[in-house]
C-alpha cells in the first residue's frame, strides 16, 4: 500500500516554535559533524519540555560488556504484555547518542508503548557489519526482558530513523545477523522505517570506507538486496522533500517487499525534509506531520493481530 499523506493541511508551527524549528532543521541534523557539546544543550532542551508523567525511566542498563554498550528503556508505569519498540537512531553511522532520543521513548511510552534505545558502535572505531552485530545484541536482550518491564515479547517492533532506519531494515531482511542471536526476522511483530536508507548506492562521502567498496560489501550493504518473503510486516515513512536520504531509498524497498507479496505501507509527507519526520514525536512539532499518530495506528493493528493468533510467532 503506497500513501501520499498531507500534514495536517501542511500547517506551520506557531510562531512560538519558529526559532526551535529553524535551530533543528539548520543545525541539529544538517551534519554528524556537529560539536557534541552543542548537540547535548539541545537535546537536553528538547527533553526538559517534553516531560512524561506516569512513564518509568530505566537508563544505563548494559547490554553488551564486551563493547561497554548500553540502553535505555522507557515504558508506562502499568504495563503489561504491551508491544515494545526497539529505535535505533541515526547519524551517518558515525555518530548520535541514545540519550538525545528520550522524546521519541516518551512520546511512544505516554501512549502505552514500551521503548528501548540502544547505542551501537560507528564509525570510525568499526566499520560494517560491527553496528549490525550490535544491534542483533539490542533486539536480543529486549526478548530476554521483555517481561521485566511489562512487555511482550511476541510484540516486538523495530524502528529507525536514517542510518538507524538502515540498521533495522537490513535485521529485517539480511537474517544472517538475527540468526546469530537465535532469532529470524519474523520473530519481530514489525519495521518502523523513518527516511532510512535501504537502497543508497552510488556511497557517498564515508560510505565507501564504512561499507567497503568491493562487490560484496556494496550488496551486503544494501536491505533490497536481501528481500526474501521472510520479513516482518513494515511501514516506511517518508518526506517528500528529503535530500538526505532521498524517497526512493522507500520507494524501492517497498517495491521489493511488494514484489514478494509482504505486507508494506508507504507513506509519502509532501514539503516534508528529513529531520521533521522525527521531530514530529515531540510535542513541539508533533502538529506539523502525523509521524507518531502513523506509528501507534501501524503498532497497535500489529499488536492486535498477535493477540489474535498467539502461535503466529
Not at 532506519?165 to 539480511?174: E, K, N, Q, R, V
Not at 519481530?188 to 567498496?213: C, H, K, M
Request: negative net charge; charged residues 20%.
Amino acid at each position: 500500500m503506497v500513501e501520499t499523506s498531507t500534514p495536517h493541511g501542511n500547517r506551520r508551527l506557531p510562531s512560538r516554535w519558529s526559532p526551535w524549528r529553524w535551530l533543528i532543521v539548520l543545525v541539529v541534523f544538517s551534519a554528524t559533524g556537529m560539536m557534541t557539546g552543542c548537540a547535548d544543550v539541545f537535546f537536553s532542551t528538547l527533553d526538559a519540555v517534553h516531560a512524561a508523567r506516569d512513564l518509568s525511566e530505566t537508563p544505563d542498563i548494559m547490554f553488551d560488556e564486551n563493547h561497554a554498550l548500553s540502553l535505555d528503556v522507557y515504558a508506562p508505569k502499568m504495563a503489561d504484555k504491551a508491544p515494545i519498540v526497539v529505535f535505533f537512531y541515526g547519524g551517518s553511522w558515525e555518530g548520535g547518542k541514545r540519550r538525545w532520543y528520550r522524546f521519541v521513548g516518551e512520546a511512544l511510552a505516554s501512549n502505552g508503548v514500551i521503548v528501548v534505545i540502544p547505542d551501537y558502535r560507528k564509525y570510525p572505531k568499526v566499520k560494517f557489519p560491527a553496528f549490525m552485530q550490535d544491534a542483533a545484541l539490542a533486539v536480543e536482550w529486549t526478548r530476554d526482558h521483555a517481561a521485566q518491564f511489562g512487555g511482550d515479547a511476541k510484540k516486538i517492533f523495530m524502528m529507525g530513523h536514517s542510518a538507524g532506519g538502515h540498521i533495522a531494515a537490513l535485521l529485517a531482511t539480511d537474517a544472517r545477523y538475527l540468526k546469530a542471536v537465535d532469532m529470524v526476522p519474523r520473530d519481530l511483530a514489525g519495521i518502523i522505517g523513518l527516511a532510512g536508507a535501504y537502497d543508497f548506492l552510488p556511497y557517498v562521502e564515508n560510505e565507501a570506507e564504512i561499507f567497503g567498496n568491493t562487490p560484496r560489501g556494496r550488496h551486503d550493504s544494501q536491505p533490497v538486496n536481501f528481500v526474501s518473503g521472510d520479513e516482518p510486516p513494515m511501514l516506511l515513512l517518508q518526506g517528500a522533500n528529503d535530500s538526505e536520504v532521498e524517497p526512493r531509498n522507500a520507494e524501492s524497498l517497498a517495491a521489493k517487499l511488494l514484489a514478494v507479496h509482504e505486507p508494506v505501507t508507504l507513506k509519502i509527507y509532501p514539503d516534508v525534509g528529513h529531520s521533521r519526520i522525527l521531530l514530529a514525536f515531540s510535542r513541539q512539532f508533533r502538529t506539523t506531520i502525523p509521524t507518531l499518530a502513523d506509528t501507534l495506528a501501524f503498532i497497535r493493528e500489529l499488536s492486535t493481530t498477535v493477540e489474535k493468533n498467539p502461535e503466529m510467532h
